[in-house]
C-alpha cells in the first residue's frame, strides 16, 4: 500500500469498531510515534522532513482526539440501542457509511500538512516507496490468491469469523454455516479487488513524480490528493464502482442476517464490547 492509503487505512485504525477495548487507550495515546514509524517505513524520511512530520502527527492527533473521539463516543452509545434488536441490511450500510464520512473528515484535516510533506519528497523517496509498494502487493497476493478456490474461501471463512467472534464471541454451528453460505455467494473477487488495488498505487506514484517534478504548489496537491483519496473508496472506473456497489449490498446484508441470528447472550455481550470501547474513548477525551 503507499503512504496515502496507509495514511487512510491508519486514520481506520483509529475507529473503535476495529480495536481491541483492551488496547485502544494504550494504542492511541502511542498514536503520533507508531504512526511515524509506519510512514517512515514507506518514504523514509530524511532529517528536515523528520521533524515537520513528528510536529504534524502530533497536531493533528491533538485535534482528533479533542474534535472526533467524542463524536465516536456517541456513535457507539447510539450503537448499542441498535444492536439489541434485530437490524436490516440498510441500517448496516447506513452505519458504515456515517462512519466512512468520519474517516472522510480525519482524513481532510490531514491534507494541509500531508500536501508540504508530499511536496518535499526526493525521486530517491518515491522510488523507495515505489518498491514498498511491489513489496506489499505482493504480500497481499499471497495472503488472497491460493492455488485453489476451496483454500481461498477456508481463509476467507476464518478472517469473517475471527472479526465476527472478536463481537459476538463464539459461533454456533447453524451460524457458521450461515456465514459460511453467505460468504461462499458473496461476489468477493480477490483477483479484481488486488488489480485496482495496484491501479491505485500506481496512480499515485505517478502524481507524485508528477507534482515533484512540476513543482506544483501546495493547494493543487491538496486537491490532488482529496482526488486520490475520494478514489480510494469510489473508484474512477465504471465496472469497478458497480462490482464494489454490488458487494457492499452483499456484506451489508451478511452482516444483518448474522446479527439476526445472535442469541440474547451475544448481544448483550456486543453491547457490553460497544460499551467498552465507549468508556475507552470518553477516558482519552478527558486526558
Known sequence: MPVLMRLRAWIILLLPLLAACSALQLSYNQGPTLAYWWLDG??????????????????????HRASQLPD????LAAAQTLVVDKITPAQVCST???????LDRAYEQALPA?????RTLSPEQIRHLERQQAKKHQEAVAEYLQPTLAE????NFERSLDRAESLYGKLDEAQRRLL???????PFDPERWLTERRQRQLDIVRNLRLWQAE???SATVQAGLRRLGAELSQSPRSEYRAYAERLMESNCTL???LHNSSTASQRRRAVDKLKGWEIDLRALVRR
Open 255 to 257: 452482516m444483518a442476517k
Open 42 to 63: 514507506y518514504v523514509d524520511f530524511n532529517a528536515e522532513q523528520s521533524p515537520r512530520v513528528k510536529t504534524a502527527l502530533e497536531d493533528w492527533f491533538a485535534w
Open 215 to 217: 513543482y506544483i504548489d
Open 180 to 186: 459460511a453460505a453467505e460468504l461462499a455467494a458473496s
Open 96 to 102: 458504515v457509511n456515517a462512519w466512512q464520512q468520519r
Open 152 to 155: 481461498r474461501q477456508k481463509l
Open 114 to 118: 500531508l500536501a508540504e510533506q508530499v
Open 72 to 75: 465516536y463516543a456517541q456513535a
